[in-house]
């Protein structure tokens, strides 16, 4: 159970902050890029899980959250922009954000119930809640970019 616990996760949650902006940093002003990539770095959190020795489904409830929450959070935020740009994201975003922690937490209190169900260990430990979330939050955003700019031809 050290393995899950505070400082492992914030170590995690440190180093792959830094991996995420470093490769952010590369993609930013190609926007057709940024979906695929925040979708690949969504599996990045998924390395800390396994060497803490869980398996990856364990998380699934907080990756579904993660990814209701914030797949939606950026289409608030994305009409947000359309209407009132820099402040209108903010605002998006904000309200967006309170809208989307609540869908989110159906969705991840119905999977922790399916798991549950299904004799799968789900119980939240510091490292496993955080990475799940995390990764699931770069999937819902770069899913959600990747559909706006790529297939809607969206412009920023």
């Known amino acids: ?4 616990g505070f400082l492992p996760a914030l170590t995690s949650v440190i180093i792959i902050s830094i991996v995420i902006i470093g490769a952010i940093s590369f993609v930013t ?5 940024l979906g ?14 396994k060497i803490s020795g869980r398996m990856i489904r364990s998380t699934g409830a907080d ?3 993660g990814a209701m929450d914030t797949g939606i959070l950026a289409v608030a935020a994305l009409i947000g922009a359309s209407f009132a740009g820099v402040l209108g994201a903010i605002v998006g975003g904000a309200v967006g954000d309170s809208i989307t922690d609540g869908l989110a937490g159906l969705f991840e209190g119905r999977v922790a119930e399916y798991l549950r169900r299904h004799g799968i260990e789900e119980a939240r430990t510091p490292l496993s809640s955080s990475m799940g ?19 809607l031809r969206m412009g920023i």
Do not use: E, H, N
Request: proline content about 7%; hydrophobic content about 60%; overall charge positive.
């Open 36 to 49: 695929p990539v925040f979708m690949a770095l969504g599996f990045i959190p998924w390395i800390p899980i």
């Open 133 to 151: 979330k995390m990764s699931g939050c770069l999937i819902g955003a770069g899913i959600t970019l990747t559909f706006a700019w790529s297939i």
């Open 29 to 33: 002003y190609d926007i057709r890029l």
């Open 63 to 65: 990756v579904v959250f």
């Open 1 to 4: 159970m050290k393995k899950q």
